[in-house]
T-cell receptor, first 115, second 117 residues
């Protein structure tokens, strides 16, 4: 089974609809992240969470909200979807260790289309 | 200011040749880490290699090596003996602050590598 899962994998919705993207992980990591990928722009950070009680805005948080329901679950919501939120969304996790190396593990991505 | 710059939008290489993907970065933090990820057409992000700013030697992982030139702020990925399966999008990313802090990744725009038979 995958360590980081995202649901749904694909979603088509209409302008103005509320939509939630969910992320679950079995890696036991404290830190979770939401990124979006647009063609030609690489990945950009939307929100990140150190633990259940600590949520922080990233580079492009406007129009998004998040919820960290448990250590293993981090959800991204679009309260009123708009077409320019059409993108590929990734959830990622990482572990705080005592070493300098700290890889982020990515989920498979959710492809969202807003019509 | 762009923190991570990948100047090659696309590259075409013959199978079995070596290929270098460029990455330059900008930071004033002496502690940082550099990552390369591969994204095949299926979309998932696959971690390839990591270089810490205090690492004395260039990182290597199988056919992947990182040509780290700290003074020039470059962290180029070298793939030796390229294979058809190497065709993908490649992203360079940087994390400022090694242990403490948010450990956020900042990504470059990516380079699309195509390996020709």
């Amino acid at each position: 089974d995958a360590d980081v899962t995202q649901t749904p994998r694909n979603r088509i919705t209409k302008t103005g609809k509320r939509i939630m993207l969910e992320c679950s992980q079995t890696k036991g990591h404290d830190r979770m992240y939401w990124y979006r990928q647009d063609p030609g722009l690489g990945l950009r950070l939307i929100y990140y969470s150190f633990d259940v009680k600590d949520i922080n805005k990233g580079e492009i948080s406007d129009g998004y909200s998040v919820s960290r329901q448990a250590q293993a679950k981090f959800s991204l919501s679009l309260e009123s979807a708009i077409p320019n939120q059409t993108a590929l969304y990734f959830c990622a996790t990482s572990e705080l260790t005592g070493s300098s190396y700290n890889e982020q593990f990515f989920g498979p991505g959710t492809r969202l289309t807003v019509l | 200011a762009q923190k991570i710059t990948q100047t090659q939008p696309g590259m075409f290489v013959q199978e079995k040749e070596a290929v270098t993907l460029d990455c330059t970065y900008d930071t004033s933090d002496p502690s940082y880490g550099l990552f390369w990820y591969k994204q095949p057409s299926s979309g998932e992000m696959i971690f390839l290699i990591y270089q810490g700013s205090y690492d004395q030697q260039n990182a290597t992982e199988g056919r992947y090596s990182l040509n780290f030139q700290k003074a020039r702020k470059s962290a180029n990925l070298v793939i030796s003996a390229s294979q058809l399966g190497d065709s993908a999008m490649y992203f360079c990313a940087m994390r400022e602050g090694l242990i403490q802090g948010a450990q956020k990744l900042v990504f470059g725009q990516g380079t699309r590598l195509t390996i020709n038979p």
